[in-house]
Structures are given as structure tokens and as C-alpha cells.
């Protein structure tokens, strides 16, 4: 296996590929439309990664995040910088994502926040501001929740 991408659904494809363009500087790469007008299948790249889309297929239990009621994955963004935190942060705002969880430093190194865009996908947006080991992530866990020795 060399490479892994992710597969989005959503009720409105082509709208979802627009909204990904202005929130997050998508660049398109093809689209195939079906006779019935839906978009069977498209390709956008974000950065060094390839994210493919289509709309709902209803008859063969595909469903995007509105009709299964809530997000079933998230995507991980991570920018050079604060600045480019707040920068993308503010740009995926003004195309129309909601905040889930406003930007904050995690206990793990990372300064992170969580949207959630018109089509249900969630998005965390981070930048590692701390390097952090996995021991001391523990540690740090573990003193959140009171179990530390």
C-alpha cells in the first residue's frame, strides 16, 4: 500500500466542492457528472493531499454525514504556524463552516480548533506550537483526569 485518500459523500457535491475552494484553497481536478445530474464522482486536492467526493447514492446505502445524523470522521489540518491557523480558521468561517470547538492549546503540544462544514464533515485545524513525547502526553492526561500517581 503506498498511498491512503479519503472518500467524501455529501447531498451536494458540486456546492461541497465550491465551498472546499473557498474555505480551504481546494484545487479541482475533474468532476464526472451522471445523466440524472448527480455528480458521481470528483477529485479536489488540498495541500499534498487528494480528497475524492461524490453526492449521496441513497439506493446502494451511500449517505453522507446529514442523513446518518452527525459525522462519522474528521479530517486533520495542520498548518506551518499560528497566523496560518487564524488565517485558514477565518477563511473556512467566511465560506460557511461553524465552530465546534474554538481554538485553544492542547495538552498534547498542539493549538487546535474544531469546524464543521455545510455538508457535516468535521475539521480540526492545528499547529504544533509545544513538542510534546508520548510520555509526557500521558502524564499530562492523566493529571486532567485526576488519575495521576
Known amino acids: 500500500m503506498t498511498t491512503v485518500n479519503a472518500y467524501l459523500t455529501v ?12 474555505a480551504f484553497d481546494a484545487e479541482e ?12 464522482h470528483a ?12 453526492d449521496e447514492w441513497p439506493e446502494g446505502g451511500i449517505l ?16 506551518d ?9 477565518a477563511q473556512a468561517l467566511a465560506a460557511g463552516a461553524t ?10 503540544g498542539h493549538r487546535t480548533g474544531t469546524l464543521v462544514d455545510p455538508f457535516g464533515h468535521r475539521w480540526s485545524i492545528s499547529v504544533v506550537v509545544e513538542d ?11 493529571a486532567m483526569d485526576g488519575t495521576e500517581a
Open 64 to 79: 453522507g454525514p446529514a442523513a446518518r445524523g452527525g459525522a462519522t470522521t474528521s479530517f486533520a489540518v495542520t498548518v
Open 11 to 22: 447531498d451536494g457535491a458540486s456546492d461541497a466542492l465550491d465551498f472546499y475552494r473557498r
Open 132 to 142: 510534546v513525547s508520548p510520555e509526557e502526553m500521558q502524564r499530562r492526561l492523566a
Open 99 to 108: 465552530v465546534e470547538r474554538e481554538r485553544e492549546d492542547q495538552f498534547y
Open 43 to 54: 477529485e479536489m486536492r488540498i495541500g499534498d493531499t487528494l480528497l475524492m467526493i461524490s
Open 29 to 40: 481536478l475533474y468532476r464526472l457528472a451522471m445523466p440524472d445530474g448527480r455528480l458521481g
Open 81 to 89: 504556524d499560528v497566523a496560518a491557523l487564524d488565517a485558514t480558521w
